[in-house]
């Protein structure tokens, strides 16, 4: 009997240190805010320069967003404890498939790199003396043989030097004509992609919403319908309420930050300034917004703090969940999806909009 009163009382034991440690954590994890610093610099859209950490519990997790203006590319870093390095990098961050190719590629030893690096570098040497030797000689050579012979020689230099190039580029790579085209065109693609203005996607989305609207307003009466009972408004405004707390909560307490943008059309950039201007109270204590309408440009600087804790959200969160008129809202929500989706032609302008957008 003593025997099985020890085992209890040790699994007692176990399960209230149990307990308790869940208790702590979930305690830290409500309670502990996480705290985000914005800093960054923005001279145009080539130039610019900035740091987005956030951490929580002393930096025990801490996640870095860095903009190197010297290198001209972003990294992401994240760091549990201050132990996981690149490992816990590419789990939170993972790599584009180009990435991973090209780390693929390379070999992982810094000292394999240098041996390769000054072996490529005494190749190239190599390489220029013999070129060096031989256009001396083609000089001496049409020197003697006199200008018109010049042209001609230069021209079929040009011709071998091209074909050399070409043919060591593909043995060097292993590909063929045919994935030098799918190489050409991907690019063009990409180039392609890249030449979008902020301006032409601002375009695009204008032109969505106005077939959203378009889409409406074939059903007026539906929609009058459905938002003007009594548990859709009391459902709106509870929403309302829990994204103004929301903002106002994230909002940042420390710091000032400028920033001047203007877009490709003059009246584009007054209605996103006036956008922008309804949630000056969420961010005009800490961040001013100057329009530019002469052009399309974008500058600015600052550093700005802010910190949210969990147990807030959690709260709103749960009482929406469980709330009486949202869950009614979303019932009646799918049955006026339905019948706003029986015309296909319309749906169809719509998706061909967004995926131009």
Not at 209 to 217: A, D, G, T
Not at 219 to 234: F, H, I, M, P
């Amino acid at each position: 009997m003593g025997v099985v009163l020890l085992i209890l009382k040790i699994l007692g034991i176990t399960i209230l240190c149990v307990l308790g440690l869940v208790l702590l954590i979930l305690a830290l994890v409500l309670f502990v805010p996480i705290r985000y610093r914005v800093k960054g610099n923005i001279e145009s859209k080539e130039h610019h320069s900035g740091v987005v950490c956030v951490h929580w519990l002393l930096h025990a997790i801490d996640i870095r967003i860095i903009d190197d203006p010297e290198t001209g590319t972003v990294t992401k870093r994240l760091r549990i404890l201050g132990l996981f390095g690149k490992k816990g990098d590419a789990v939170i961050f993972p790599k584009a498939k180009e990435e991973e190719e090209e780390s693929d590629g390379e070999p992982a030893d810094g000292t394999e790199v240098a041996a390769l690096s000054t072996a490529e570098g005494k190749d190239k040497e190599k390489d220029k003396e013999k070129d060096r030797e031989k256009d001396n000689k083609e000089k001496e050579e049409n020197r003697k043989d006199g200008k018109k012979g010049k042209k001609d020689r230069k021209k079929e230099k040009g011709k071998k030097k091209d074909k050399d190039k070409d043919k060591d580029k593909d043995k060097d790579d292993g590909m063929t004509d045919a994935d030098h085209a799918e190489d050409s065109g991907d690019g063009a693609a990409t180039e392609g992609k890249k030449k979008r203005s902020l301006g032409d996607r601002i375009d695009d989305l204008k032109d969505t919403v106005s077939c959203v609207l378009e889409l409406f307003s074939k059903r007026k009466e539906l929609l009058k319908n459905y938002l003007t009972k009594k548990s859709t408004k009391a459902a709106i405004g509870k929403l309302w309420k829990t994204v103004v707390w929301l903002l106002k909560t994230i909002a940042p307490r420390k710091g000032h930050a400028e920033v001047t943008f203007g877009l490709k059309d003059p009246e584009l950039t007054g209605k996103a300034f006036a956008a922008a201007a309804m949630l000056y109270p969420w961010y005009g204590k800490h961040i001013d917004l100057y329009p530019e309408f002469s052009g399309e440009t974008i500058n600015g600087h600052g550093d700005v703090k802010g910190r949210i804790r969990l147990w807030g959200v959690a709260i709103r969160a749960l009482s929406i969940l469980f709330d009486k008129n949202i869950k009614k809202v979303r019932k009646e929500f799918t049955k006026v999806k339905e019948t706003m989706m029986n015309t296909p032609s319309d749906i169809k302008k719509i998706i061909k909009k967004e995926d131009a957008a």
